[in-house]
């Protein structure tokens, strides 16, 4: 049974441009949550999905964005990248119960975005 | 922004000692989670607990947590030099339907070094 898989593993981009990051979930998992990691910090709730719709967002600003196709995988697209965008980008995938909220969230391995 | 604090930020201890990691939060939770994490990498689900219980003992893990005071602590027994990672706390905040929506929020961790 695979895990959490990212991609891809690192990528270095330049301020101004735009980044998309992707992530597939863990079989049998229906959400997908975002999280920035920066050097030396926990990680930081970005937003989740289900159902292919934003469930909940964090304190991001609109130039992070994302999507969730019918497979449950998702993508994370950041535009007009910033010095300050520099960190690791950890998806999570987990099981929604009914309308409860989900559990156990199950890591990737994360990809590391340098902005220079 | 971060609600749980961990403690001690560093912590170096001998192979085959305990090791004690603390966390303490500021919101009303409906669960709290450990992680672990190696080398920048993903984070590796390692127990939770819901806020109605008191202790969880997962293998060599043992979670308390303590909701008057707003804390939980994490030991890990009789450690090995492959314990050696960074450990965190993430907290789901609880909501007034009484559930979680599912995003956690972290803390800034606890890097644990065993020595062999």
């Known amino acids: 049974d695979a895990g959490v898989t990212q991609s891809p593993t690192h990528l270095i981009k330049t301020r101004g441009q735009q980044v998309t990051l992707r992530c597939s979930p863990k079989?049998?998992?229906?959400?997908v949550s975002w999280y920035q990691q920066a050097l030396g910090q926990g990680p930081q709730f970005i937003f989740q999905y289900y159902e292919e719709e934003e469930r909940q967002r964090g304190n991001f600003p609109d130039r992070f964005s994302g999507h969730q196709f019918p497979n449950y995988s998702s993508e994370l697209n950041v535009n007009a990248l910033l010095l300050g965008d520099s960190a690791l980008y950890l998806c999570?995938?987990?099981?929604?119960?009914?309308?409860?909220?989900?559990?156990?969230?199950?890591f990737g391995p994360g990809t590391r975005l340098t902005v220079l | 922004s971060q609600q749980g604090e961990e403690d001690p930020q560093a912590l170096s201890i001998q192979e085959g000692e305990n090791a004690t990691m603390n966390c303490s939060y500021k919101?009303?939770?409906?669960?709290l989670q450990w992680y672990r994490q190696n080398s920048g990498r993903g984070l590796v689900h390692l127990i939770l607990i819901r806020s109605n219980e008191r202790e969880k003992h997962s293998g060599r893990l043992r979670v308390t947590l303590d909701t008057s005071k707003k804390s939980s602590s994490l030991l890990i027994t009789a450690s090995r030099a492959a314990d050696t990672a960074s450990y965190f706390c993430a907290t789901a905040p609880l909501m007034n339907y009484g559930g979680s929506q599912g995003n956690l929020i972290f803390g800034k961790g606890t890097k644990l070094s065993v020595k062999p």
């Open positions: 999570a995938s987990s099981w929604t119960v009914f309308a409860g909220a989900p559990d156990t969230q199950y």
């Open positions: 919101t009303s939770i409906n669960n």
């Open positions: 079989s049998g998992h229906d959400t």
